[in-house]
Structure formats: C-alpha cells, structure tokens
C-alpha cells in the first residue's frame, strides 16, 4: 500500500496502522519521506504530488500498488473571504485538489492496465461540508476531495476499484497538540463544538482508513465517512 504524506502527523499513523496489519507499505512525502520511513521500519520514497513527473518516478519506486491512500495536504494555509491572498487559495487547490487527482489517475491507470482491483482512500474533512470562518479555501479543497471520491467511485467501479473518503473533525496531531495546548482557550473551543468532547486521534483516523480498505467494506464505494465525534450534528 502507498500512502501519500506519510510523513505529516496522520500519514505516519495510517502507515503504522497497514504495517501492523502486515502489509507492505511504502509512505511517499516531499519532505522527511525517508526519516520518517525508517523511524516506522517501512519503505520510503519522496514524491511531490503537485508534479507528474515526480509522481511518476515515485510510483516506479514503490512498485504496484493495490491500495492508495491520498493523504498529502496543506491544512494550514488559512484567511478570510476578505483576506485570502488569490495565490494561497491556488496553493490550496493545486495541492489538495490537483494533486489527489494526479496520484488517483496515474494508480488508477496503472491498475486498470495491468487488470488488477484496488482501494483508494481519500482524506477529506468535514469542513467540506461546515463551515468554520476563516478556513474556507481548505474547506472548499475538501468539498472537491468528496466530489473526485464520487467521481473516480463511479467510474472505476466497473474496474473492481473501490474509491471512498475519510472526513474528520480537528484531529490531535503532534503539530496541532503544539500549537494549541491542552487547557488554552482555542483547544477548549474546538472540544466545546464536538459532542464526544474530545478531538480525534490519529490512530481513529488511521482506522477508519484500514476498514475502508478492508474486505469488510467490500460494498462501500464512493462514501465519505466522518470520523469528527458528532460534531456534524451540530
Ligand atoms: N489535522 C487535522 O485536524 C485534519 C483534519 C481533517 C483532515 N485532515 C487531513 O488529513 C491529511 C493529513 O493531515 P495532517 O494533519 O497529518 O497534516 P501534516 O501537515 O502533518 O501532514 C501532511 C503531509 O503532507 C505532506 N505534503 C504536503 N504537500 C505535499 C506535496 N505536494 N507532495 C507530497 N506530500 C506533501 C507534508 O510534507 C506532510 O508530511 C490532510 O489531507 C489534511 O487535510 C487533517
């Protein structure tokens, strides 16, 4: 299995959760791919996913993968409407959404040529669908990861591809934990919005992703799941 970002803080979880399931996992990032592989005892390769070439060279490396989760993202370039400087909304998109589509056509591809099935799982966000301010350019990245979910579903799914989405709520990064502290007043009002009062951790995050591409969802495709302790029910 391939996991993209697999160096940031959810990435490395999703990696270690496929290891200890036994698979061979090989974690691609544009920094730290390597250091980070051999922290977790798997394969590295560094691949930057907002460029064809170097996707194509990392997937060469990898070798075939049956299982891809699209996890790179840029989740902290934030402003306003009002704000938002129109090159960071592009950063955005060109990351989120383009490079999600680059990795997902060149595995698809690869898959269908060689007539194997697959899993794709997409990291989204419910913020694609709730709207935090100042946060909308993610957001809109988000809401078009579970549009490209939908779309790769329906039409790989006569290729025996399955393609779903994973949506979490905040989740408790090492990167997030640092910048927001247990106790300090903007941690409290992420926690006050999630009805299970508490934010996610990578490791519900990373399971949800290796049950998606288990067996056990054999008849799940084109979904995408939040994982955010209710706090889409408020
Ligand atoms: N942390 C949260 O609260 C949260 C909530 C919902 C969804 N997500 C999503 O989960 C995913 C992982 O987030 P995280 O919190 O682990 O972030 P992170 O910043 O710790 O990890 C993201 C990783 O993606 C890599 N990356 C960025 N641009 C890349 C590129 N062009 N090519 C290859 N790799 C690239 C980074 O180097 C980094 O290692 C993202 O898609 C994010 O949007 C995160």
Redesign the pocket.
């Known amino acids: 299995m391939l996991v ?9 979880a999703i990696a270690a959760a496929f290891r200890d399931e036994g698979d061979d996992v090989v974690l ?5 791919a390597g250091e980070a592989a051999a922290e977790l005892g798997v394969r590295g390769v560094d ?5 064809e070439d170097s996707i194509a060279r990392a997937l060469a490396e990898a070798g075939p993968v049956d299982v891809l989760v ?7 370039v934030h402003g306003t409407l009002l704000d938002l400087p129109a090159d960071a909304m592009l950063d955005i998109l060109r ?2 959404v383009h ?1 999600t589509f680059l990795v997902t056509q060149q595995v698809a591809r690869q898959l269908v040529a060689d007539g194997r099935s697959g899993v794709i799982v997409n ?5 694609g669908r709730q709207p935090t301010p100042g946060m909308g350019g ?1 957001e809109s990245s ?1 809401a078009a990861v579970d549009a490209l979910t939908r779309w790769a579903a329906v039409e790989l799914a006569a290729h025996g591809i399955r393609v779903n989405a994973v ?7 090492p ?2 934990a640092a910048g927001m502290p247990e106790g300090s007043p903007a941690r409290e009002a992420w926690v006050n919005r999630i009805p299970l009062r508490r ?2 951790s ?1 490791e519900d ?1 990373a399971g949800l992703v290796v049950f998606l591409a288990s067996e056990r969802a054999a008849h799940m495709t084109g979904t995408s799941v939040p994982v955010d302790g209710g706090q889409l029910l408020t």
């Open positions: 993209t970002g697999g160096a940031g803080g959810i990435g490395r691609a990032d544009v920094r730290g691949a930057d996913i907002t460029d699209n996890n790179a993202g840029l989740l902290s990351t989120n490079g990291l989204s966000s419910i913020g993610y988000k949506a979490p709520g905040p989740v408790l990064t990167m997030l934010m996610a990578v995050v």
